[in-house]
């Protein structure tokens, strides 16, 4: 039998008469999302409303970064790790569901993570919404035994409920953002104002007591905003944050312009991929160029791109004026 998907269906586990062990990891009491349920397509409308009514994300996006700034994060938001010249990363992207198949991709996330320095899920950590009374189901209880930090980019769904919930975990407990005055009556922000979905009430001893599930000082990390970088080894990692639409904002953009000079090899992590079935998404910037024109640039340096969204592994190597970069989908990750 192949170990590989790719080469056979067995190798994909189809037809195995051994059954997975995944269900002891899960919770007595699963919430399953269902899609055709309106009450969640309601929820997560917020998407739909940023298409219509204008999208607010990069003002949102910025006033988070801004209060990281102030609270003390690095100016360039770069982690520097004391990683060896040669180790190994997990990307995994769109896990957060919480039922069967999140949780059947987690034994063999752990086997084949075994020595991997960190992991960094790339896109939606928490479906529908990305609710603070999620993370307990579907990130820290499934990756409990993964004994290394875990970074993260957000996904569009992260941001049904304006991103806080995931600055709260991944950003050193981030506070809420404050109101934002009322915007003119009759005008598009005001039409936004109304239909869009905003965070629930939140049980922050719920939050509390998740979080310790992954409480090993070798588990915590703290990320400088939404979007980061990290320095591992010779590698640097970069994250970025395309927010509801899969685009990038002006004050982003010029991060990874800067980010991305110098010598060192790329990794470009995404929660919009800029290949996906067979079509070149890639990824406008405020103001414009696109991050395909950094990620192509030579003087950048960058190997690869690899985004979540789309549920399923895609690889697309493609040609850049001789040198061969890595065109990625990772959104494996539970998603079903």
Request: with cysteine; aromatic share 10%; hydrophobic share 35%.
């Amino acid at each position: 039998m192949s170990d590989s998907s790719r080469d056979t269906a067995e190798g994909a586990g189809w037809g195995s008469a051994q059954l997975g062990e995944y269900r002891r990891l899960m919770p007595s009491k699963v919430e399953k999302i269902s899609w055709l349920n309106p009450k969640t397509l309601w929820a997560a409308r917020n998407g739909v409303v940023a298409s219509w009514f204008g999208d607010p994300t990069g003002r949102t996006r910025s006033r988070w970064v801004a209060q990281r700034a102030a609270a003390g994060a690095p100016a360039d938001k770069v982690i520097r790790r004391e990683d060896p010249e040669r180790f190994s990363f997990m990307v995994i992207g769109d896990t957060g569901e919480g039922d069967d198949p999140q949780y059947a991709v987690v034994p063999g996330f752990l086997k084949i993570s075994q020595d991997t320095r960190f992991a960094v899920v790339a896109s939606d950590v928490i479906y529908p919404v990305g609710s603070a009374d999620d993370y307990g189901t579907k990130f820290f209880r499934p990756y409990q035994d993964y004994p290394a930090p875990i970074y993260a980019v957000p996904g569009n769904h992260d941001w049904y409920e304006d991103l806080g919930a995931f600055m709260r975990v991944f950003c050193d407990d981030a506070p809420p953002l404050g109101p934002e005055p009322a915007p003119r009556p009759l005008t598009r922000a005001w039409l936004r104002s109304l239909l869009w979905h905003r965070p629930r009430a939140e049980d922050g001893q719920r939050l509390y007591e998740a979080r310790r599930l992954r409480a090993a000082p070798a588990q915590r990390t703290v990320q400088p905003g939404p979007y980061w970088a990290v320095d591992a080894g010779p590698l640097r990692i970069i994250g970025i944050d395309t927010g509801l639409l899969g685009t990038i904002d002006a004050e982003q953009g010029a991060w990874l312009r800067e980010v991305s000079q110098g010598p060192r090899p790329k990794i470009l992590i995404t929660g919009s991929p800029l290949y996906v079935d067979g079509e070149h998404h890639p990824c406008a910037i405020e103001g414009g160029g696109t991050v395909d024109d950094i990620v192509r640039a030579p003087e950048h340096h960058y190997v690869a791109a690899i985004g979540g969204d789309i549920h399923n592994y895609q690889r697309y190597p493609v040609d850049v004026d001789g040198r061969t970069i890595q065109y990625v989908v990772s959104g494996g990750g539970g998603a079903f």
